[in-house]
């Protein structure tokens, strides 16, 4: 019946051209990837190419946040890998942060070892690009993997190429070029996200295969753990998608093999996870507002068309027509393949839509793997039309072939003959041109007939053929046959859509990703204001090496907005973070305040509030902060002083003005020159801060707040009403009180800690609380009420300014040395505290003292116990136990290689019992031919008639080599086989 086909077609194995067909699909659309990218790039002079790479070019990469990721693995490399430590300190961003700590070491790890054969610029381009080119390898292996239908595998490839190419526009403005996973966002510096998102695709595609056949585990199980340490969020939603595929393998038999996958995969992440989460407290977030434009991100952007003026159909619509067939294909033929995708696309959308505000993950990095679902669901939905049109196609050709061979078999049995003479040859009384195809050499189920009866060898064989045609159950030709049919729509199919979806996908983003593409890889050495930036970094490092002045941190101030009708004039550069790469050219002697992870230090509201007061062009990037301005530019100086950095670098005039304004404080060391552009910045001035240390005795003594969580508005001071629809900005207890007071001059002046001695008074401070205040609001039908939330009760400052500071006489600090993991000193005082203008974390262990303690905003204190200090980032209880865990996995994993390299058949999906191939129909029972009756009713002769007189029409075509248990028609000139195959 019909509706076995599919199942039957399905199981069996591709052709070679098939097979080769699909390769060759998904090599093409991970090399159009590529040569977007610009990892290959043809140019023609005349008609002679000429092949090129951007990638493989030794530059810089920029761009985005990209072209200051190029910091982190680099300074890893030359730090901590060589300690075997895969996260240590960094003094170079923030006033010194954990760097590795929080963000992703895999890639990291991964361009190290490029670069120990490839120049180190051209090895961090290759990990940037491998998760975009590898994308569609990844998705062919996981269709293939869960036996989607033939050609979904390499449909899937095609599909990664409208989903990375995809840039979602609201309103004219391109939005969906941070979040992660298509090009844009792995170009802005997401590239971790698409590394682990690929990776993740086939770690999905080796459990699958794993759980089908119990062989090589190790490999779902490494790629696993690749797939953590290269982004959280991605292994996340690969762990959910790996239980999703587990449980479609058949979970009761193959959990002996899923639970070791897991628990060692996990176990090799420990020597980083287990640090990451004891240490979550330290992270610093964004805030970023919770996306609520929910149609549009899960339907489609722009005006929705309506069905009926009723139904507001979503866009576009052949994507939703395409996942509609694969819903609907996936229903009727039950394909548990489709309900793991609709699954996959309705959990992330539903996570997208109800995930909670303040979370540590942002809503919006649930979009990725909703678009990739859908991408699937079409490919799939594509496949399910596809094929159907082959079945039709197909059926088409068996209803024709169907009349045709009943024709001649009303026609044969109508003029069939019966007794040969005696004396003649075998095949006399059949026409000559049926001899050629063997009929009159075909033998009956039960033998052959010899002797006075005559031969009747063809007319049985002919009538046992028509008989078989009618029982519905095709021979080798004509299976063969109609796989042709089925094949070919399918191929042509395959090959169009792909046609089709490099066109369209390529379309859609190829300007801004090649462009976007282009501008990264060419790097800081292809821009025009090159010169100029590297004038900039060649004056820092000869300061910064100078004997009259020496190493230190460097503020610069930003450019965001339009500056002489220029948006964002420090992008000539090649990214407006171009500065963050000061301790990257300079070798980590100038270190830049502003840093790219700003996630990963605490430090970093303090930083971003005090660029505010010094910049006339601050960016002001987190939310939930009351930001000052250059009328504070002197404060703003005694922020820097108190965040130990020691070098402020102007380039907009106004602020530059400002600097020479205040001579007390600042001392202009270099001009820097060099406008090739003659577009902004036009030069740059260099300042030193005066009085500026990293360590300096406190003149008043700490007081230890005990805080409690709030948010922006009853955190902040002086906020006002604010509407119930607000989004809130929650701050933990830490940045309740520190942010507020950075910004009060007065309670600035008396430090807190988190912690201390118990000799240090202990205050206890809490945000004010959100009251319901209705009010009558004017209007022209006489008043409106609404109703706010206005915060109530007493500031979170007020205690703090009420507690009698206890001035004390300073320590005097001197010798003051810092390294990249260690700081040293000398005080002329014991037992006087000392402040370290170095980032707090709790890594950091000190001898010579006791502490250190964590001071406002986030940095240390120490109390002298000798009069020689040092502080030295060591190894904590956390970091111990990760590598445990991690050396105990790493032996599991040997253990899984050499000793355990499959699993027992009995434990996979593909034990004995549970998958069939489709039974072949019984063989008819023989039949002895001395029988004529039994010859009759299995002919359909009548063993008394005569031949006719009329002429006898050819026999159907010979479409059916039987392979099913009944004799096959022997080749000409071989002798017949005496008995059948089924009773031999």
Known sequence: MMSAVPL??????LEVWEWALGILVVAVCAAWVAYRLHVIEIRFDGIIPHVNSLVFRDTVANGGDMGAHVYWPWFLEHNWFLKGRLAGWSPSWYSGFPIGQYYFPFPAVLTSLFDLILPYNVAFKIVTVLGPVSLPIGAY??????EFPWPAAPLTSVATLYYQF??????????????????????????????????????LAAFAHTLKTGKRSWLPTVLFACCVTSHVVVALAASFLAVLVFVHFRPARTWRIAVPIGVIGTLLTMVWTIPLLATEPFTSSMRYEKVTEYVP??????????????????????????????????GFWLRKSTLILVIWAASFGVAFRYWPRDVAVWNTRFIPFYFLALAFLAALGATELLRGLAYFLRWIGDWQAEGARRDWAIAWRAHRPVVAPAEAEPSSWVPADWNHAGWNQMAPVGGRVEGPTGNLTGRLAVEDDLAFLDSGHPGRELRRRRKILMATPLAVGLVALAVLGVYNGDNNGKGTVSYWAYWNYSGYEAKAAYPEFKNIMDQMNAIGHSKQHGCGRALWEPSSG????????????????????????????????????????????????????????????????????????????????????RYLMFWAPESQTLARSHGDDLQLIATIKKDVDKLPPHEWQVYEIKNWALAVGLS?????????????????PGRGAVSRSTQLVKLNAWECVTDPQWMDSAALAQPIAETGPASWRRVTVKPRKLVADKTTLPSATGGVSSSD????????????????????????VTNIVESIDSLRFHVDQIGKPVVVRTSYFPNWEVSGATGPYRIGPNLMVVIPTSHDVALNYGVTGPDWLGRLATLFGAVALALMVWKFRSFPLAWTSTASGDTRAAPKPAAPKPVALSDTSAVSSVAGLDPESTPSADPVPPPPPPLLDRDDGIAEPPLAGRPPETEPPALR
């Open 8 to 13: 039957e077609d399905e199981r069996e194995p």
């Open 141 to 146: 292996f996981l269709a293939d993997e869960l």
């Open 166 to 203: 995809e840039l979602r526009r609201f309103g004219g403005d391109t939005t969906w070029t941070i979040y992660g996973g298509n090009l844009a966002s792995g170009l802005a510096g997401e590239y971790s996200f698409t590394l682990s998102l690929s990776l993740s695709l086939f770690f």
């Open 297 to 330: 991100w899960l339907f489609g952007p722009g005006k929705h068309f309506t069905l009926f003026g009723l139904l507001p159909l979503p866009k576009p619509l052949w994507l939703w027509g395409l996942i509609l067939a694969a819903v609907l294909g996936g």
């Open 562 to 645: 339009k500056v002489e009708n220029i948006d964002d004039p420090l992008n000539q550069y090649g990214t407006s973070l171009a500065l963050e790469l000061l301790p990257f050219y300079t070798n980590n002697c100038i270190g830049s305040m502003e840093g790219l992870y700003f996630e990963s230090s605490a430090t970093k509201d303090a930083h971003f509030m005090t660029v505010s007061e010094l910049g006339a062009h601050p960016s002001n990037p987190v939310r939930g902060i009351d930001w000052g301005s250059t009328s504070d530019f002197a404060f703003g100086i005694e922020h820097a002083r108190m965040l130990g950095v």
């Open 700 to 716: 008043v003594e700490p007081v230890v707040v005990n805080a409690s969580d709030g948010t922006d508005q009853t955190c902040w």
């Open 789 to 812: 939330l206005v915060p109530s009760g007493p500031s979170v400052l007020d205690p703090i300014l009420k507690t009698p500071q206890r001035k004390i006489v300073p320590a005097v």
